[in-house]
């Protein structure tokens, strides 16, 4: 392998096991901050083909340094720098909902086309936009998706009459793949949204539910609203317990609390994004995807 992978310190556990997946060199990139608030980004030695790996969760605070970052590998040599942002943010809001509004999967897409030849990523939060290659012209853009490894590592930790649920319409293709996966039943619930945090969800196929142990997928979980609402349809159907997994979790200890509180336990996830919950090593499917797109 030819590559050689850079991170900063935040990503620095998982960005290390991908390269020791991809056999490639790893470096540590050096981030300092100036009393003023600007950043001083300085890459290692590279490769003609760099990766560079950076979950993309509080992207307010890290698209500069990751432009730097990249704009630094170039001129240190690498022909071809390759983005791997596990977790993609800036994805959801595709078009102006209200005149004036900034489309910011737009301007995130062309930027990050503008300073990489590559991306991967796992499980976009996409909602109209039909293909990830669609927000990133003229680039090789790779998605990723974290169904088979989440069904791998649910695979010893559920009993067998156990029911897989999505939360909302935007769950199904991860819970069916994953039920599909284990050969579990899987029911799909539907989501009114009332305000930022507070969702209505209509569950069809309850009446299964009764006695059983049940886990929600979906793709991520930051409020967690959802996934309340969810859970309160489920024991009110007389689920016997309900956990959750999902691919990515921005939610934060008070919110997990929430969860907790309403007797959603545990709640996993996989290590796109760095935290508590993140438990699902993802490098194995990562790295699999960056061989097969010939990226690195």
Known sequence: MTATLHSFSGDEPEARRLANLLGCNFRLIELRQFPDGESLVRVGETATKALLYCSLNDPNAKIVQLLFAASALRDCGARQVVLVAPYLGYMRQDRAFVPGEAVSQRVIGSLISSAFNGLVTVDPHLHRT???????????????????????????????????????????????????????????????????????????????????????????????????????????????????????????????????????????????????????????????????????
């Open 130 to 296: 039909p293909r990830l290659e669609d927000a990133f012209p003229g680039m090789v853009a790779v998605n990723v998706s974290a169904a088979a490894t989440i069904a791998e590592a649910l695979a010893s930790r559920i009993e067998p009459d156990c029911v897989l649920v999505g939360p909302d319409e935007e769950s199904l293709p991860w819970v069916m793949a994953v039920a599909a996966s284990l050969g579990l039943e899987a029911i799909v619930a539907r989501k009114v949204r009332r305000g930022e945090r507070e969702v209505d969800i209509e569950l069809p196929g309850a009446t299964n539910i009764a006695g059983k142990p049940v886990i929600l997928i979906d793709d991520l979980v930051s409020s967690g609203a959802t996934l309340i609402a969810c859970a309160g349809q489920l024991r009110a159907a007389g689920a016997s317990s309900i956990g959750a997994v999902v691919t990515h979790c921005l939610a934060n200890r008070a919110d997990l609390d929430a969860l907790a509180a309403c007797g959603i336990a545990p709640v996993l996830a996989t290590d796109t994004v760095p935290g508590s919950a993140a438990c699902i090593p993802m490098a194995a499917a990562l790295a699999a995807a960056i061989c097969d797109s010939g990226l690195a």
